[in-house]
């Protein structure tokens, strides 16, 4: 998630470069530092789309993107507690923004293009440190010549790696996909819904394991990123220092039915609502009576902060 304290504007902060420029600079190398590096704005040059823009500046895009979704929100009631956040349980926490989140997103798509679990096994892959939007158009390319481990395996990585090369990381992506073919061949040709078997495989870890598992074969897991364990820890669902924490506690609120489909939300949630600018803890659906005061006031200097330096 990007957010004003966003470690991707430390730099930005550090040199004392202005922030627009340096977000849109951000964007143009493709990083997802803010939402619009997701939406199909995202090639424009920055002065006429970044989150600074004179039109933009005049409603913050948390603003817009809430007010789009008032009428999915009104009849769940006022969004404000009358409780103090740190007073209410974590699990009723859980249940209200479980609530939110199935009036928000009742449908849960898969955002990454695929036909079977190998193809969306090898989109995952390709997802780490790039946007899905970008993996989808990658994709086609590399499924017309290699939809299967055999037709991956008998390309070199080389041409793999020209076929991904618009994708961060592309020479050890393609390294892992090859290698990573040939250990599916070796054990029968298909992908085996089997934690175990996933993460032996070459360049895929637990997250990319469990989101394998859940989209391809809906096996219940959780997978967590850095985005869905920061948006956990900010709305007091988990108090972990590492993503295997967080997904321990995440699984304990939230109902074994329920956890492919979160996993998906909080991804659109944060995707959605989450800016890098503007942060406003006090008008989000969820952060505004979820977080802390003790949260809620430590974002504030770093929020004046970063609209002072504009
Ligand atoms: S306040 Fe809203 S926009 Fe900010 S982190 Fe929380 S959920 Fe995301």
């Known amino acids: 998630m990007a957010n004003a304290d966003n470690p991707c504007l430390i730099p930005a ?83 209200r923004i479980g609530e939110i989140l199935d009036h928000l997103y009742p449908e849960t798509p898969v955002p990454l293009d695929h036909r079977d679990p190998y193809t969306l096994l090898v989109a995952v892959m390709l997802s780490a440190q790039t946007t899905d939007k970008k993996v989808n158009q990658v994709t086609p390319h590399l499924f017309a010549v290699a939809d299967t ?72 897991a959780f997978p967590v990123d850095t985005h869905i364990h920061r948006l956990a820890a900010r709305w007091g669902l988990s108090d972990g220092t590492t993503v295997e924490h967080t997904e321990r506690d995440l699984k304990k609120v939230f109902a074994i039915e329920t956890w492919n489909a979160r996993h998906l939300q909080i991804i659109f949630f944060g995707r959605e ?9 006090t008008a989000c659906p969820i ?3 979820a977080s802390t005061k003790k949260r809620q006031l430590s974002e504030a200097p770093k929020r004046r902060r970063v609209t002072q330096r504009r």
Not at 41 to 62: L, M, S, V, Y
Not at 149 to 161: G, N, V
Not at 273 to 281: N, S, V
């Open 13 to 95: 902060l550090v040199l004392d470069l202005p922030i627009n420029e340096f977000l849109g600079w951000c964007c143009s190398l493709g990083f997802p530092s803010n939402k619009t590096a997701e939406t199909p704005d995202a090639g424009k040059p920055p002065e006429k789309t970044g989150p600074n823009t004179p039109q933009r500046r005049a409603i913050p895009p948390w603003r817009r993107q809430i007010g789009h979704r008032d009428h999915l929100l009104s009849d769940l009631g006022p969004l404000t507690s009358p409780l103090a956040s740190a007073a209410m349980r974590r699990q009723d926490k859980a249940d």
């Open 287 to 289: 952060c505004s009576w």
């Open 149 to 220: 481990p055999a037709k991956m395996a008998a390309l070199d990585p080389e041409q793999i790696r020209v076929i991904i090369r618009e994708i961060g990381l592309a020479p050890t992506k393609a390294k892992n996909l090859h290698l990573m073919a040939h250990q599916i061949l070796d054990a029968g040709g298909e992908v085996i819904a089997d934690w175990d078997f996933l993460e032996s495989l070459a360049g895929v870890g637990h997250k990319t394991a469990g989101v394998v598992l859940s989209q391809a074969f809906g096996i219940p």
């Open 273 to 281: 609502y989450c800016p890098a600018l503007y942060h406003d803890l």
